[in-house]
């Protein structure tokens, strides 16, 4: 009977310890998403429902108070997800730092396995949106300023029981993460897949929540998650099942399951739902697509009966082209006006490539011309279009002669003019990967090696927006696994692209508009 006793003793002190300790409840993340010059959004996921409060200051400023967001509940209907704004004392181009606070305890994440700083705390921080629009002449802090994005799709993290049966894991190379977090992006792009539904999730709403937050707890992914301020698009696998579209029967939940996941700006518009949206960061416009809520699949035939196949949908392609007029039309060229030297549009699949792909945009022929089409006779400056979807990686270069016959397709612009426009696509970050098809006549060659004109194994992409307004360039790098850079300049330092690697924003102006 008293080794009994001594027994339950025991157990409850243990039990009483390990409350007073307090185990971790958080999960996942946090995850800086969206933010502007007054306010930011924080992902983050907790083990159980708990109160979630994040406290914050200046970077640096040891001296100061920390400011306080309302208090977060999650809950496990929503997998215990919450996204935290910050709007308290924020102001234009500054960096913060912030602590996590879970149910009243500090949480802190610490670095992983083979991570230099393996076992010390992740510094948590978030960036506001700087500012540089109708400024006094010389004043240095609101000047056009550099920065860099990270661009990566097709994410797959192998979970046993829910994987394909047979064979090797699809997903590999995890390391991956590290290697992007090393290359330190302001902003990382997801552009699609960016987690894999199985035939175990995409049947119900708990099985994709499950999807996502199995695969976010990735112990190499927490480091990249804390350190970029995230956004994305999704393609047909973080949507529903395989090459599925408009007729998917879940794809509200799906919608819902995404926003719960992303800190994005919105998603989609009242009068027409879908996940695309809109930001700014600098000199550049950043439109994240939505490629699967209105798409007709490839196998059907609308047109048989007199309806055009749809990927993007024309509703879409209005709203984008109205917005890409819009910030034109706001835009001069003497350094004072809205930022819009590029206007990169993230899609899920390629849109410039003339591959044999069912799924590349240019299948959907009648939509795509439309597109292009009012793009050129808009005259719209900068366009970069940054896609996944097909597990290697290569660059794309649309010239477009102009017809002086706009209505006509492909007929648009002003007559005998030029107008060009490039499609970067990067895939995949760590699910299978593959040399790429051969045929694609509008490839555009940024390899200085000569049997190399794409990149065939898994990867990530980097955008450097550097130099002086009247200047301005993107410079494109690829990287390998291991953080190596693919399009190396041949005999020059470590770490210089090509010359074919670097796109002049005075390059893409439009005729329209020299």
């Known amino acids: 009977m008293r080794s009994r006793c001594v027994s339950v003793v025991l157990i409850l002190l243990t039990t009483c310890c390990s409350f007073a300790l307090g185990e971790s409840l958080l999960l ?25 409060v994040l406290k914050y200051r200046l970077s640096g400023k ?7 967001s309302e208090t977060y509940k999650t809950e496990s209907i929503d997998a215990n997800t919450a996204t935290v704004m910050l709007d308290k004392g924020l102001s234009a181009g500054n960096t913060y730092e912030y602590q996590v606070y879970i149910n009243g305890k500090l949480e802190t994440p610490i670095f992983p396995e083979d991570f230099e700083e393996e076992g010390e705390a992740i510094p948590l921080t978030f960036q506001t949106k700087p500012r540089w629009r109708f400024v006094p002449d010389g004043d ?45 992006p302001d902003l990382m792009l997801w552009l699609g897949d960016n987690v894999y539904y199985r035939e175990n999730d995409f049947e119900d709403r708990s099985g994709m929540m499950h999807r996502w937050t199995h695969d976010r ?14 956004y994305a698009t999704w393609d047909d696998h973080d949507y529903g099942p395989n090459d599925i579209g408009s007729s998917y029967w879940l794809k ?19 009068e027409l739902p879908g996940l695309f949206t809109f930001f700014n960061w600098g000199d550049v416009n950043f439109y994240l697509m939505d490629n699967r809520t209105y798409l007709s699949i490839p196998s059907s035939d609308p047109e048989a009966f007199g309806n055009e196949k749809s990927m993007l949908g024309k509703e879409q392609v209005d709203w984008l082209i109205d917005h890409l007029a819009w910030a034109q039309s706001q835009m001069s060229h003497d350094g004072k006006s809205y930022p819009a030297r590029f206007n990169v549009i993230c899609v899920g699949n390629q849109v410039l490539s003339d591959s044999d792909s069912d799924f590349g945009y240019r299948s959907f022929t009648k939509e795509w011309q439309y597109l292009i089409d009012r793009i050129v006779h808009e005259g719209i400056d900068g366009v970069i279009f940054l896609s996944g979807d097909v597990h290697f990686g290569e660059v794309s270069k649309l010239t477009y002669l102009g017809k002086g016959k706009p209505g006509e397709p492909g007929k648009a612009g002003i007559k005998g003019e030029e107008y060009v426009m490039y499609d970067i696509t990067t895939s995949s970050l760590t699910a299978g990967s593959w040399a ?14 000569e049997d190399i004109d794409r990149v065939g194994h898994r990867n990530f992409a980097t955008l450097d927006f550097k130099g002086p307004l009247d200047d301005r360039r993107m410079e ?9 850079l693919v399009n190396q300049k ?25």
Request: one cysteine or more; charged letters at 25%.
């Open 436 to 449: 790429g098809s051969d045929v694609n006549h509008a490839r555009y060659d940024i390899f200085d090696e």
């Open 140 to 184: 240095v802090r609101h000047s056009v300023f550099d920065f860099r994005i990270g661009a990566a799709s097709c994410n797959y993290v192998n979970e046993e029981g829910h994987d394909r049966e047979g064979g090797s894991p699809y997903g590999g190379e995890h390391e991956i993460y590290k290697a992007v977090y090393e290359k330190n």
């Open 476 to 484: 494109i790098r690829y990287w390998n696994s291991k953080g190596e």
């Open 62 to 68: 040891v001296d100061e108070s920390y400011f306080e």
């Open 252 to 270: 509200d939940t799906a919608l819902e399951v995404f926003t719960k996941f992303w800190a994005n700006p919105s998603a989609g518009l009242p």
């Open 28 to 52: 996942n993340g946090p995850m800086p998403g969206h933010s502007t010059m007054k306010m930011a959004k924080i992902w983050i996921q907790t083990k159980e429902p708990a109160d979630v």
């Open 490 to 514: 041949k005999d020059a330092p470590e770490g210089t692209v090509t010359d074919a690697s670097i796109l002049y924003a005075k390059d893409l102006v439009s005729p329209k508009n020299k």
């Open 217 to 230: 707890n990735h112990p190499w992914f927490l480091p990249l998650m804390t350190r970029s301020q995230h």
